[in-house]
């Protein structure tokens, strides 16, 4: 049995059992004729390997009804290819990857930071340092430390500077078949 590597890691310890047992042939190491309880254990492991993906729900994090959030969704899904899809509870815009995400979060000291209206985004590795100068980026948790920035919209936001950005990172994760046909549309 192959078992992907998916699980959180409290699972994976569950998962080497699981290989174990299935080279045992779902036998415990014990010996024949083990106790009752220990092959129904074996069989609810042997069970829950059959998930191949456990989902963990996210609360929804984001209002529809967001005037920011349909003008990051007019420039994002503009792109060839682009698509919406809900991750983490944020709005997310990929075509093979992700490129942008409505809304993120920091981490300061033990206190977590929400940035809802915010796009969080890769930007080209030469503009990264100028642009964390700027008063309105911040990193994000998680992505930070992978060169993604957050750039907070607020009511004065730049739409140019929005569009850039998500330019940008849409340019730095798309395909290059879908890249040559935004080259090709101007």
Same mark, same amino acid.
């Given at each position: 049995?192959?078992?992907?590597?998916?699980c959180?890691?409290?699972?994976?310890s569950v998962?080497? /059992?699981?290989?174990? !047992?299935?080279?045992? +042939?779902?036998?415990?190491? =014990?010996?024949? #004729?083990?106790?009752?309880?220990?092959?129904?254990?074996?069989q609810?492991?042997?069970?829950?390997?059959?998930l191949?993906?456990?989902?963990?729900?996210?609360?929804?994090?984001?209002?529809?009804?967001?005037?920011?959030?349909?003008?990051v /969704?007019?420039?994002? !899904?503009?792109?060839p +290819?682009?698509?919406?899809? =809900?991750?983490? #509870?944020?709005?997310a815009?990929?075509?093979?990857?992700?490129?942008?995400?409505?809304?993120?979060?920091?981490?300061?000291?033990?206190?977590?930071?929400?940035?809802?209206?915010?796009?969080?985004?890769?930007?080209d590795?030469?503009?990264?340092p100028?642009?964390?100068g700027?008063?309105?980026?911040?990193v994000?948790?998680?992505?930070?430390?992978?060169?993604?920035?957050?750039?907070e919209?607020?009511?004065?936001?730049?739409?140019?500077?929005?569009a850039?950005?998500?330019?940008?990172?849409y340019?730095?994760?798309a395909?290059?078949?879908?890249?040559?046909?935004?080259?090709?549309?101007g």
């Amino acid at each position: 049995m192959n078992l992907p590597r998916l699980c959180p890691p409290s699972l994976n310890s569950v998962s080497d /059992r699981l290989l174990r !047992l299935s080279r045992l +042939g779902g036998r415990s190491s =014990i010996g024949s #004729g083990g106790s009752a309880a220990l092959d129904i254990a074996n069989q609810d492991l042997l069970s829950l390997a059959r998930l191949r993906w456990i989902a963990v729900a996210h609360p929804r994090m984001f209002d529809d009804d967001d005037p920011a959030l349909a003008r990051v /969704r007019a420039i994002a !899904l503009a792109m060839p +290819g682009a698509a919406e899809k =809900i991750s983490h #509870g944020r709005p997310a815009m990929y075509t093979k990857r992700v490129f942008a995400y409505y809304g993120g979060s920091l981490k300061n000291y033990d206190e977590w930071v929400q940035h809802p209206q915010s796009i969080v985004v890769r930007p080209d590795p030469e503009d990264r340092p100028f642009l964390l100068g700027h008063e309105r980026v911040y990193v994000p948790a998680y992505l930070g430390p992978s060169g993604w920035i957050g750039y907070e919209l607020g009511d004065e936001a730049d739409w140019d500077e929005v569009a850039e950005l998500i330019d940008a990172s849409y340019r730095l994760t798309a395909p290059k078949r879908l890249l040559d046909e935004l080259d090709a549309a101007g």
